[in-house]
């Protein structure tokens, strides 16, 4: 974008080229950097494919704590937000005096003391992502293979192997130090995914479940708000959204916008069928993942759907691995130019290879994919849809003296909601998983008190 098309923005901009590049994420080498290649579609293709990944699988899930009146409430509001949120990050792309811009390049010219922040955020979200994107393929192919195999392998170590053959067949990928090129896997990618809310559709009951309008009787406050996170979690996309505005040819906030509302409204297309069918066929005891609900044994395009959602969530794994080994970088550098080819080269791959055990390690522990739902979407998701954007414009208002419009105040608005949501959803997350564990060790206890009362009698 030239300086004539900057000056012409809402807000002018307050730092100059030198300031700038001593501000951006340094570069890894003397590599120059490529000329912008990205579309609208192609862009739309990465932001809608980093939001629809396992997030449509959890979202029925949901309902179980809201009811139907509740639950869309909750993702119209939450659709909502993250597309204002988008916006407030294409104000800030549109912003920048250079095409180049980031976490770390925004939070510069704003806040600086934000900068770390921001990027360690950006890991934590990612990072759970990709460990959630591991999980469901993990799961899917595991049972698969074992049905198959008609054997008594264990399905946690086949479980475990195949989570470290996925990390290893998605390597190359993810060792990649920018995302180009990605359309048709992407695309691929809602292919997938969309096979499998058509499964929800096909082989759904709309008598069998308990469904209920209003809040169900078997939940409460605090269930609602461990499970708000999971709406937070499935519309959010917005790691890629500076790299996407960084790549796009001819870059103006029309384009970006129309990025961010043709993605999030894609999302809401494909979200919807994939909570109506499965909550009104299972109710109250529909999975996180509804497709372990349906009967895959017999059923010959279920399996098929397995399969395609393992490669669908595969597909995504790179949107959000590389973001993590971005952010990384920036921490491991501080920030600084690395002028040795060579040993930014070490640095640079010894950080990837971090960054995908990780992620490796912690699916092969986890099993429970609601706990990695919540957990991420109030933690990561909250924090870089909700709270960065909103504050890192609210600091661009002030520091260029621009005047307060209807736009500062809502980001106000969500900026404050959104910090109070933090505490409150994750003490209700972790009073949920403290309530389900002393539930498990009461059963626990009477099932050894009673054992014991029998050997006592015989």
């Not at 340094?26 to 980093?50: F, M």
Request: aromatic content about 10%.
């Amino acid at each position: 974008m030239s300086s004539d098309e900057a000056r012409q923005q809402d807000f002018p901009t307050v730092s100059s080229e030198t300031s700038f590049q001593v501000s951006m994420k340094p570069r890894l080498s003397e590599d120059t950097t490529a000329e912008p290649t990205g579309t609208v579609l192609s862009e739309w293709s990465v932001i809608a494919n980093t939001m629809v990944g396992t997030g449509v699988l959890g979202l029925a899930s949901a309902f179980t704590a809201t009811g139907w009146v509740l639950g869309f409430c909750l993702m119209t509001v939450s659709a909502l937000m993250a597309v204002f949120a988008l916006h407030l990050m294409n104000c800030l792309s549109m912003n920048s005096k250079t095409r180049q811009v980031s976490w770390y390049t925004v939070s510069g010219l704003y806040c600086p003391w934000a900068k770390l922040v921001v990027d360690i955020v950006v890991i934590v979200k990612c990072a759970g992502v990709a460990v959630s994107y591991l999980q469901v393929a993990g799961d899917m192919l595991s049972m698969l293979l074992v049905f198959w195999s008609g054997t008594d392998f264990s399905q946690s170590t086949v479980r475990s192997l195949i989570i470290v053959a996925a990390t290893l067949m998605m390597a190359p990928t993810c060792m990649a130090k920018e995302l180009k090129s990605t359309t048709l896997v992407n695309v691929l990618a809602l292919v997938t995914i969309s096979y499998c809310v058509i499964l929800g559709c096909v082989y759904s009951d709309v008598d069998a479940g308990d469904d209920t309008v209003g809040i169900p009787p078997q939940s409460s406050f605090t269930n609602i708000l461990a499970k708000l996170p999971v709406f937070i979690f499935a519309f959010t996309c917005h790691e890629n959204m500076f790299p996407c505005a960084t790549d796009m040819k001819e870059r103006t906030q029309k384009k970006l916008d129309l990025v961010a509302i043709s993605a999030e409204l894609t999302g809401f297309i494909i979200f919807l069928p994939a909570v109506i069918c499965p909550y009104l066929t299972f109710g109250s005891h529909v999975e996180p993942n509804y497709l372990q609900n349906i009967d895959f044994e017999n059923n010959i395009p279920v399996q098929v759907g397995y399969v395609a959602l393992s490669i669908g969530v595969l597909c995504s794994y790179a949107l959000q691995v590389v973001p993590i080994v971005r952010s990384a970088m920036v921490l491991v550098t501080r920030g600084k130019t690395i002028s040795s080819r060579r040993k930014a080269n070490i640095i640079f791959y010894t950080v990837a290879a971090v960054c995908q055990l990780v992620p490796m390690a912690l699916a092969i522990a986890v099993h429970s994919l609601g706990v990695t739902f919540s957990f991420v979407g109030i933690v990561g998701s909250n924090t870089i849809a909700y709270i960065m954007p909103s504050f890192l414009y609210l600091m661009m208002v002030r520091k260029t003296g621009s005047k307060k419009g209807v736009t500062f105040y809502l980001a106000f608005a969500l900026c404050v909601v959104a910090v109070c949501l933090l505490p409150l959803c994750i003490g209700s997350l972790i009073q949920q998983i403290i309530a389900g564990f002393w539930a498990q060790t009461n059963v626990l206890v009477l099932f050894l008190l009673f054992y014991r009362s029998r050997q006592v009698v015989h």
